[in-house]
């Protein structure tokens, strides 16, 4: 029989038998202990590294950005107005007789002159008229010669009683209608003349022709409609540029004097200067009551034919008159929701945004109206870094007008007003 000895008589010396005992007789304390031991460790090690709070973050640097004062400047002001070119005439070409197409003298979209052959209609039926015609007229000839010989046979009779008054009277009648089928000969001839030179469709004005809407071989119409179309020619040189004005505009231009033969300037969808010059030469007799607008017309030169009808413009109109605007570049102006703005900074440091409104753009430069003082600042650099409130470092630098490159888009919005630099 086995016997146990308590462990609590076993040798207190003997302290090794004594763990080995408690950890067999009880397993799981020890685990416990141990893990208790390792999260007092993870709090304590917590707290220290948190004792003091999260490291501060470094402070970013102040931006750096050039600043200048906005030029001043005597403008010459321009009212500017939106509006297409349209050919100064356009003429369809019709046929003026009917017959089959037989030749085609041109190339679809040439420019043509006036006088010049674009179809051919067949002439054969029309010449074998004008021979019928002048059959008839030869007819009519012989016949009037022979009423003459008649009436001047019978007027030597007369004397000795050999022809009555009444035989006298029907001969003279006779040759009277004789000139009339004459006259009517002749003018068939005329006409049949005529309709043989109209075989031939000539161009009736200078100017760039569509493309063909009928092709050889085909027959055509002439007729009191109007006939068959064959093609369209535009008028290129001059070439008009109509716009609608507001009534506004219309006043004050009319109270300048500027209504009528006043110079006017227009810059294409591509173009950043307005190098088109022309002359104003058309006002309407009256005002569209629906839009409180009035058509107006400009003229052209356009020898070279590139102005197009249909190719839209911004024109401006001289007032004839000067102010003293300030400009900034145009890339310093920026978009803040519905408003123009403008940073400035201040003799501190701190970047502020002032709301201005724009004028138009000139070399590049844009007027401000109001919103800036010749004293301040403008980022004319760097305006992409500037926060308003906050502090940066400024460096001089210097506003000039640039002329813009020919072709280069054009970045100004249509304003009521343009301007250029007072010569």
């Excluded at 707290?47 to 750096?64: E, I």
């Excluded at 590049?364 to 003082?373: D, K, P, Y």
């Excluded at 403008?378 to 072709?407: D, E, H, L, S």
């Amino acid at each position: 029989m086995t016997v146990h000895t308590p462990i609590e008589k076993l040798d207190p010396a003997d302290a090794k038998v004594r763990r080995e005992l408690k950890t067999l007789l009880h397993p799981g304390r020890g685990r416990r202990a141990a893990w208790i031991g390792a999260f007092l460790v993870l709090v304590i090690g917590a707290w220290w590294l948190l004792r003091d709070g999260a490291p501060p973050a470094a402070a970013a640097p102040a931006p750096v950005l050039t600043v200048a004062a906005p030029i001043a400047r005597d403008v010459t002001l321009w009212d500017e107005y939106i509006g297409r070119f349209e050919a100064s005439k356009a003429v369809e070409v019709r046929p003026r007789v009917s017959g089959a197409i037989t030749g085609i003298h041109f190339t679809d979209g040439q420019i043509v002159r006036q006088g010049q052959p674009l179809f051919t209609i067949d002439p054969r039926p029309y010449r074998a008229a004008l021979a019928e015609a002048r059959a008839s007229a030869a007819s009519a000839r012989s016949d009037l010669a022979l009423a003459r010989l008649e009436l001047d046979r019978a007027g030597r009779l007369v004397d000795v009683e050999a022809v009555s008054q009444s035989e006298i009277d029907r001969l003279r009648a006779r040759v009277n209608a004789a000139n009339a089928a004459l006259a009517g000969a002749d003018a068939r001839i005329a006409a049949r003349a005529l309709d043989v030179e109209f075989t031939v469709v000539r161009a009736p004005l200078s100017g760039r022709i569509s493309d063909r809407q009928i092709d050889a071989g085909n027959l055509v119409s002439a007729s009191d409609a109007g006939g068959t179309l064959l093609t369209t020619i535009n008028a290129l040189d001059p070439v008009y540029f109509t716009f609608q004005g507001s009534e506004a505009l219309f006043l004050k231009t009319k109270r300048e004097g500027g209504d009528k033969g006043a110079a006017v300037e227009v810059r294409l969808q591509d173009e950043s200067d307005y190098r088109w010059k022309g002359q104003l030469d058309f006002t309407d007799n009256g005002l569209d009551p629906r839009s409180g607008t009035i058509r107006a017309r400009a003229s052209f030169r356009n020898p070279e034919m590139f102005l197009t009808p249909g190719m839209f413009g911004n024109m401006r109109l001289s007032t004839g008159q000067t102010a003293h605007a300030l400009l900034v570049p145009a890339a310093a102006v920026q978009t803040d929701q519905a408003r123009k703005i403008v940073f400035v900074v201040g003799k501190d440091g701190t970047v502020a945004a002032k709301p201005v409104e724009l004028g138009p753009e000139v070399d590049g430069l844009r007027v401000i109206r109001s919103g800036l003082t010749p004293t301040d600042q403008v980022v004319i650099n760097g305006y992409q870094f500037a926060r308003p409130g906050t502090k940066a470092v400024t460096k001089a630098g210097k506003i000039a007008a640039t002329a813009p490159k020919q072709g280069a888009p054009a970045t100004t919005e249509p304003v009521s007003a343009q301007a250029t630099f007072a010569k």
